[in-house]
């Protein structure tokens, strides 16, 4: 079915409508219920668990055990057909948390986007009706940074959690510890409260503590999903403790796909694993009994009514664009409803590799999928979704492409710059941040299930490189920018892993090679220019990157490239100029500061350092590079103690901070301590990239032979 030749009459439309029998499945509401009471005086708890399958828990028939979540669901309603509007977490949670869908909010990826202050949120809601406002959330996408944080009073995110830049792990938090700040923060409130607490142990890789690694030996994403259970436990009885009653709403943003339609983890498509969703609503507390006869809604629900949900609960005004709220469903009266429509989309393939975009609806129990090789499922008879319907019913999938259309749901915008900081971390796990060349059209080969192998050996690539056996990763990159020459993003991380086993020559080849065969884009300019700078070649490298910041002035990592090298040109003013720049754009760009440290230190300003220095670890306590930095200034000033402790903190922090380590292993050498020195030395000589340490090298590679 080609665009231009559709033709829909509205006779045709309604008849073909008027032919489906939709199907309303009810409620039965046992005689035992109690109704939900709404009342401005009570609690609201939302907790969302990251990467969380509809079918992973108890109560859904999931392997994993779940009391908790289970007995919550026996006290409240679970709903069975619940669905997101998105498959990445960042754009999942700003539609829970603005019951508006992705294209309406704007929050399109974790990566190049923010949502906007004038966005009419829960937490503002609640507070400005008089309760406190607490979020705790378990991992870096959800930074304050990106937007979610407007009406809280608490906003408890990971911050200065950061990773070491060789290192494909995302900081989080495990669920005990949000928890434990979540709790620590209830207990304190006097008044009527809404807490957010995001919780973010499912997500890969799958790691589940003790005893759950042993229980779940062969299926460790249950295990985690069982630890999450646990941890919960003590915060659902907090909430079932109080005084007051308190409507508990727990969610996931998205599914996993655990190798389903090929799909290991999530993101590229929006088939029922990732995109269908548990969800559990339940009002405890209160001091009144309140039994487990709990409902089971098969009704068609979306996240975008949490929010209506919420404020029907405390009795304020609903948004401009009304939802059904889903207490309904707890106050015993369940209306007849026409067709529930759901809108959802999975933009990061064709914002970050320059694959097709992919859009859809859901009608009932009917899903379209919009992909150059378009898709259409009837999930009542094949929940599966092994059916592709296209070809036997296009009638049908020309009126749900038209249910699409009337949405307006029109592709991203421009994404903005992140710097060098929020890319690693995002990138840390697989979520690619960056952005691919727009195209005016897309084909079959730019569909996702015709690249999702691709997809697929990219995560091994990681798993390869995570695991030390860099050779093997090299190859499957190498495999990847073979088969799909003008994906930017597979370049860059060929060229990483090159550079980090000691290829330099071949990392910068590889990202010309990028160039001359259609990966153009800036964040690869600016990839080669770094690293035609580290190794000396800084007349290219400054014209390169003086031509990318006059396109575009705020291109924090171009920047940031460039201010380096500035600096390693001798131009210590100029690079002082271009890093003020970056924090005029960024005041918490954690790099900039750790650049205008090393400058000072060029300049022998040891004061002005040491300030810089200081406030890179105010913003992001594992900078490695601030600690070492510090221990520099503390070595300058005759605190050897503190010099070595500081160098020592930086290699633990990141153990390919060769500068780091190579000042631990001399001054603990010059200390007399070489029984400590040993290990760092050995580290050193063994690791360090030759090409830019060879001298060092050799100087200490003799000292081990003593």
């Not at 309603?77 to 977490?89: E, K, P």
């Amino acid at each position: 079915m080609t665009r231009k030749t559709l033709i829909l009459l509205v006779a045709a439309i309604a008849a073909a409508a008027g032919a489906i029998a939709w199907l309303r499945p009810k409620s039965v509401v046992p005689a035992a219920f109690v109704p939900l009471a709404r009342t401005a005086d009570q609690n609201v708890l939302l907790i969302t668990i990251d990467t969380l399958r509809a079918d992973a828990l108890g109560a859904y028939g999931g392997r994993a055990a779940t009391p908790n979540l289970d007995r919550l669901a026996r006290e409240g309603a679970r709903f069975s057909f619940a669905h997101a509007h998105a498959v990445m977490t960042l754009p999942s949670h700003a539609g829970i948390h603005t019951g508006r869908y992705p294209f309406q909010h704007g929050v399109r990826d974790n990566s190049g986007y923010r949502l906007d202050d004038a966005a009419d949120t829960l937490a503002e809601r609640a507070r400005g009706a008089g309760l406190a406002t607490g979020a705790f959330v378990g991992a870096f996408p959800l930074d304050r940074q990106f937007g979610l944080n407007q009406g809280f009073d608490v906003y408890d995110d990971v911050g200065g959690l950061g990773i070491a830049e060789a290192e494909f792990a995302l900081a989080e938090r495990k669920a005990d510890a949000v928890v434990s700040a979540a709790r620590g923060w209830i207990g304190e409130q006097a008044k009527p409260w809404l807490a957010w607490v995001h919780v973010f142990d499912p997500h890969a890789p799958y790691a589940p503590p003790a005893p759950f690694n042993q229980q779940y030996a062969d299926q460790p994403y249950a295990g985690e999903v069982a630890y999450v259970d646990q941890a919960l436990g003590p915060l659902l009885e907090q909430a079932r403790a109080s005084a007051r009653p308190t409507l508990v709403i727990v969610t996931s943003d998205h599914g996993e796909g655990l190798g389903e339609h090929g799909e290991i983890t999530h993101g590229t498509f929006a088939y029922e694993s990732t995109l269908r969703v548990p969800l559990i609503v339940a009002q405890v507390g209160g001091g009144g009994p309140r039994g487990e006869t709990g409902i089971v809604v098969e009704r068609p629900v979306r996240h975008i009514e949490i929010f209506a949900t919420v404020l029907d609960a405390l009795g304020l005004p609903q948004p401009e664009e009304p939802r059904a709220p889903l207490t309904q469903e707890l106050g015993g009266a369940i209306p007849r409803r026409p067709p529930v429509t759901s809108y959802f989309e999975a933009m990061t393939p064709m914002l970050t590799r320059g694959w097709a975009p992919l859009r859809g609806v859901i009608v009932e129990r009917e899903k379209y999928i919009d992909l150059p090789v378009e898709e259409l499922y009837d999930l009542a008879a094949d929940p599966g979704e092994a059916r592709n319907l296209t070809a036997s019913q296009p009638a049908r999938a020309r009126t749900l492409f038209e249910t699409l259309t009337k949405l307006g749901a029109e592709l991203p915008g421009a994404q903005r710059d992140e710097n060098a900081e929020v890319r690693r971390r995002l990138e840390s796990l697989g979520y690619v941040s960056g952005s691919a060349p727009r195209k005016d059209a897309f084909t079959a080969a730019d569909d996702p299930k015709t690249l999702i192998a691709l997809d697929r050996q990219m995560l091994e690539g990681i798993d390869l490189f995570g695991r030390g056996r860099l050779g093997e990763a090299i190859v499957a990159y190498r495999k990847v920018v073979e088969a799909r020459p003008d994906m930017s993003m597979a370049w860059r991380r060929l060229a990483f892993m090159q550079w980090e086993a000691g290829d330099v020559r071949g990392a910068v080849t590889t990202l010309r090679t990028a160039l001359a065969r259609g990966a153009r884009d800036v964040d690869t300019e600016v990839r080669l220019a770094t690293y035609l700078s580290e190794t000396g070649a800084l007349p290219e490298a400054t014209s390169m990157l003086e031509r990318l910041t006059a396109a575009d002035p705020r291109h924090a990592e171009a920047l940031n490239a460039l201010g380096i090298a500035y600096a390693r040109a001798g131009r210590n003013e100029d690079a002082l100029k271009v890093f003020t720049r970056v924090l005029a754009i960024d005041p918490r760009d954690v790099h900039a500061h750790e650049n205008i440290g090393t400058v000072h230190l060029q300049r022998n300003d040891m004061a002005a350092a040491g300030a810089a220095f200081t406030r890179a670890l105010e913003l992001a306590p594992a900078s490695s590079r601030a600690h070492a930095g510090l221990g520099v200034v503390a070595l300058d000033a005759g605190r050897r103690d503190e010099a070595i402790a500081r160098w020592r903190r930086a290699v633990d922090l990141d153990r390919r901070n060769f500068d780091a380590l190579f000042n631990l292993s001399t001054e603990l050498i010059n200390a007399g301590r070489m029984a400590e020195a040993r290990p760092y030395v050995e580290l050193f000589v063994r690791t360090a990239p030759r090409a830019f340490y060879g001298r060092d090298i050799d100087r200490l590679a003799p000292l081990l032979t003593r």
